[in-house]
C-alpha cells in the first residue's frame, strides 16, 4: 500500500487547485490553497476529510453552488481524477446531507456515479445511504444496469456492510437482506471487476446471517454462469473456514469418510518467537472418492488464560477409497504486528469438512528477559 503523501500528497492537492480554479477562476479558494500546506502529518482519510472541508468553505452558498463548479470540472478535464476526487465525493455527499433536501440528494447521487470512474464513490455514498436509505438503494439498483463497470461496481461495492476504511451504514449491517436484489443483479456481471466486489459483499454478509449467504449462494448455483463456481467459492471462504454445513455442502465437501492419524507435534515446548511443527495423515475410509477441505486450527492462549481460535488453510483434495494423505506444516510464532502471542499452553487441531479433530497441545515458552543472548 502506498503511503498517504504518495496518495493525497501536496502535488495531488495543489492540482486539485489547479482543476477548481480552471473552471471557477474567480473563486479565490482561500481555504482550499491553505489545506496543501497542512498536510504533512496526517493519515490519509485526514488529508482527504481536510481537503474536503476546505472545499466546503470555499463554496459556503448552497448544494448547487458547489455541484455546478464539480460538473463543469468534469466536463471540460480529463485530468480531474484519482486521489483528488475523494475528497470532492466527499464534500459533495456532506452538502447534500446537510441540505436536506430531495433535489440535492438525488443529484448528489448522480454526480457521485458520474465521478466514480474517475476514483471510486464508494466512501462517498455511505453519507447518502445513512441519510435516506431506501431512496438511496432505490437508486443504486437503477445503477446495475449501467453500460460502465465502475458504476455497476458501485452499486455493490458501495453498498457493503463492512466496506474496509468506509464509516458503518447500521441499517444494513442489522437487515443486509436489504442489499440482496442489488447483489442479484450483479452476480452474472460480465466484469470480474464487479463480480469481485459482489463476491466480497457477500461475504461480509456473513458475519451476521451465514444463512441468508447460503441460501443465496445455493439460487446463484442454480441459475449460473461459467463464472458463478469461482464467485460463490470466493464468496463462502469465511464460512469455509468456520466449517459452515452448508457453505461446504454447496461446494461439495460432504459429510468426510475418513480416518485421521493426528495432529501430532514434533515439540511439546516452542520457544519464543519459534515455530511450531505437525504432521498427520487422512485416509479414505469410504467406498467412493471424497472431496475434503482440510484446514489446521491453531488455539492461541489470551492474556486471560482463554484460548481463541484462527483457522489456516491447508489444503483441498479428493482422495480415492483407502488412499492416504500425509500432511506435514510448520506454524512460526515470530512476531508480527497483527497479533500479539502470549506464553503458556496452546494447541493445534485439524478441521475436515468442517469437523474438528482433537487437539494436540503444546507450550511456547516466554519471551528472553535477555533479549541479547
Excluded at 519464543?272 to 486450527?297: C, H, K, M, S
Amino acid at each position: 500500500m502506498p503511503f498517504a503523501d504518495q496518495l493525497i500528497g501536496v502535488d495531488v492537492a495543489e492540482r486539485l487547485v489547479h482543476e477548481i480554479h480552471a473552471v471557477d477562476p474567480q473563486c479565490s479558494l482561500e481555504n482550499l490553497r491553505s489545506a496543501t500546506k497542512i498536510l504533512d502529518p496526517l493519515s490519509l482519510r485526514e488529508r482527504s476529510d481536510a481537503l474536503r472541508d476546505a472545499l466546503l468553505t470555499d463554496y459556503p452558498e448552497s448544494y448547487t453552488q458547489l455541484a455546478n463548479v464539480v460538473k463543469k470540472a468534469a466536463e471540460t478535464s480529463q485530468t480531474f481524477s484519482g486521489w483528488m476526487i475523494w475528497p470532492v465525493t466527499s464534500a459533495v455527499a456532506t452538502r447534500a446531507d446537510s441540505e436536506n433536501t430531495t433535489a440535492s440528494f438525488t443529484d448528489a447521487m448522480a454526480l457521485l456515479g458520474l465521478l466514480t470512474p474517475r476514483l471510486s464513490s464508494e466512501f462517498a455514498i455511505r453519507v447518502l445511504l445513512k441519510h435516506d436509505l431506501p431512496a438511496a438503494l432505490n437508486l443504486v439498483q437503477q445503477w446495475t444496469d449501467s453500460s460502465d463497470e465502475h458504476v455497476r461496481r458501485l452499486a455493490s461495492e458501495g453498498t457493503r456492510p463492512y466496506l474496509p476504511w468506509a464509516v458503518r451504514v447500521p441499517q444494513i449491517v442489522n437487515d443486509p437482506a436489504c442489499t440482496i436484489p442489488i447483489l442479484d443483479a450483479l452476480y452474472r456481471d460480465e466484469s470480474e471487476y464487479v463480480r469481485r466486489s459482489v463476491a466480497n459483499h457477500l461475504n461480509d454478509i456473513s458475519r451476521h446471517d451465514p444463512e441468508l449467504v447460503t441460501s443465496t449462494a445455493q439460487r446463484w448455483m442454480q441459475a449460473p454462469e461459467a463464472t458463478t463456481p469461482k464467485l460463490v467459492k470466493h464468496a463462502l471462504r469465511t464460512l469455509i473456514k468456520k466449517g459452515n454445513p452448508a457453505a461446504l455442502a454447496l461446494l461439495g465437501f460432504g459429510t468426510p469418510t475418513v480416518e485421521i492419524n493426528g495432529p501430532l507435534i514434533h515439540e511439546s515446548q516452542v520457544p519464543w518467537g519459534g515455530t511450531v511443527n505437525f504432521t498427520a495423515t487422512v485416509r479414505n475410509t469410504g467406498a467412493e472418492p471424497t472431496q475434503l477441505a482440510i484446514d489446521y486450527v491453531l488455539h492461541h492462549q489470551k492474556a486471560n488464560g482463554s484460548t481463541t481460535a484462527k483457522v489456516f488453510k491447508l489444503t483441498t483434495r479428493t482422495l480415492s477409497p483407502d488412499e492416504t494423505l500425509d500432511i506435514a506444516r510448520s506454524h512460526s510464532f515470530k512476531a508480527i504486528t497483527t497479533r500479539h502471542y502470549y506464553p503458556g499452553t496452546h494447541s493445534v487441531s485439524l478441521q475436515v469438512n468442517g469437523v474438528p479433530t482433537d487437539t494436540a497441545e503444546f507450550e511456547l515458552l516466554p519471551e528472553p528477559t535477555d533479549k541479547s543472548s
